[in-house]
């Protein structure tokens, strides 16, 4: 008999502690089966579904910087530049005599006073129809006067074709509305 007056009991699996169930024991053969392996399994899974998580949020940022440069790509590329007077007026009679009607609408002010250049622009179309010729217009020998928001470009328009050649002068009115625009034209000379 032990000091305490108790019988001598025997502990024969170091790993049970008196008192608790079998799931609450810790270690030793008699713990519950598969808790290291599910253990390490988990951390395993862990270090996956992180490691996944971390590809989704790199591919979804790169994709996202894709698609902001086209973005800006397509842009810078299908906007026209409307940066000075001289130059919105030099893409305006090209895109309005090579018949891009769509292109030349995109440097017009709101409400534009282009009357004399639409039937400048008709008549030669008529003429290329009915005497089977091409005329091109280009726009030359600039003159521009800038005044706040509004500026003024005195140009010669060169109207050509295989036959004739002959120039005429015209004034262009801009206004700066988110960069400069087409307000209206008239024949000068």
Request: hydrophobic content about 35%; charged content about 25%.
């Amino acid at each position: 008999m032990d000091p305490a007056g108790q019988g001598n009991q025997i502990n024969p699996d170091p790993t049970i502690t008196p008192g608790k169930m079998p799931e609450q024991r810790t270690g030793g053969p008699m713990a519950t089966p598969g808790v290291g392996a599910s253990q390490a399994g988990g951390k395993k899974r862990r270090w996956r579904r992180g490691l996944l998580t971390w590809l989704l949020v790199g591919a979804t940022v790169v994709a996202a910087g894709v698609m902001t440069f086209t973005f800006f790509a397509y842009r810078s590329y299908t906007e026209p530049d409307r940066s000075t007077p001289v130059l919105v007026v030099e893409q305006y009679v090209n895109a309005t005599f090579d018949g891009d009607e769509p292109r030349a609408r995109r440097f017009e002010c709101g409400r534009p006073e282009l009357t004399d250049l639409e039937a400048m622009a008709a008549d030669i179309s008529r003429s290329e129809s009915q005497f089977e010729i091409d005329i091109t217009v280009r726009a030359g020998e600039y003159k521009e006067t800038i005044n706040g928001d509004t500026a003024t470009v005195t140009t010669r328009l060169e109207v050509s074709s295989a036959v004739s050649s002959s120039f005429r002068t015209w004034e262009f009115t801009l206004r700066d509305q988110s960069g400069w625009r087409v307000c209206g034209a008239k024949r000068i000379a």
